[in-house]
């Protein structure tokens, strides 16, 4: 089956720092992926759209200037968490789905999702 | 916009007995996917099951099946024969059908099932 890989699985920051999270696709092209946040005990929350080629979809209240999104090729988009504070420590998850166009399945293609980071800045 | 609601924050089972979960949603569309996704102590989320709002018949996955009521907006999951691994937080999910689909989920709060041996 379709495999999404993220990396890194955990990470520590210091304040003020920035972190890069790979989420790779690794046996299927990706033309969109997303990028979830999810709080302890709490739901997934959409972050962004991320497209290859073009710039990524924020949703409301997401700050674009403080998570930048890469999608610059079909297997790989990339987020990153700029000046990273306390409050930006949480559990980050990507998905992918199989692209239009690139001899896989069609609109309705199911999401396939990253094992996840953990994000702890101190 | 789509809303998805779980009202059960938490819930238990003995094991090999049986439990349902709730979800409901709101939506103008026709047209659309419903999931359940289990996420256990790794985090990992997991596809449990998957129904096409323009099916009626109920999908079912093993031990798993749902009840979809399309006019109510409901859609409960309901696991049979409970097992300890069957422990984790489920969530309900919606998704847009069709060629405005952009793949995009929307999910409950969740629901963190206990299983009691």
């Known amino acids: 089956g379709a495999v999404v890989s993220q990396h890194p699985s955990w990470v520590i920051c210091k304040s003020g720092t920035s972190v890069k999270i790979e989420c790779r696709s690794l046996d299927f092209q990706a033309t969109t992926m997303f990028w979830y946040r999810q709080f302890p005990k709490q739901s997934l929350m959409l972050m962004a759209t991320?497209?290859?080629?073009?710039?990524?979809?924020?949703e409301q209240g997401v700050e674009k200037d403080k998570f930048l999104i890469n999608h610059a090729s079909l297997t790989l988009s990339t987020l990153t968490v700029t000046s990273a504070h306390p409050e930006d420590s949480s559990f980050y998850i990507c998905?992918?789905?199989?692209?239009?166009?690139?001899?896989?399945?069609?609109?309705?293609?199911?999401?396939?999702f990253g094992n996840g980071t953990r994000l702890t800045v101190t | 916009a789509q809303t998805v609601t779980q009202s059960q924050p938490e819930m238990s089972v003995q094991e090999a007995e049986t439990v349902t979960l709730s979800c409901t949603y709101d939506?103008?569309?026709?047209?659309?996917?419903l999931f359940w996704y289990k996420q256990p102590p790794s985090r990992q989320m997991i596809l449990v099951i998957r129904?096409?709002?323009?099916?009626?018949q109920n999908a079912t996955e093993n031990r798993f099946s749902v009840n979809f009521q399309k006019a109510a907006k409901s859609f409960s999951l309901k696991i049979s024969d409970s097992q300890l691994g069957d422990a984790a937080m489920y969530f309900c999910a919606y998704r847009t059908y069709g060629s405005s689909n952009t793949g995009k989920l929307i999910f409950g709060q969740g629901t963190t099932l206990q299983v009691k041996p």
């Open positions: 991320s497209n290859e080629g073009s710039k990524a979809t924020y």
């Open positions: 939506t103008s569309e026709s047209d659309y996917y």
């Open positions: 998905s992918a789905r199989v692209g239009l166009g690139t001899g896989g399945e069609n609109t309705n293609s199911p999401l396939h």
């Open positions: 129904q096409e709002a323009y099916k009626q």
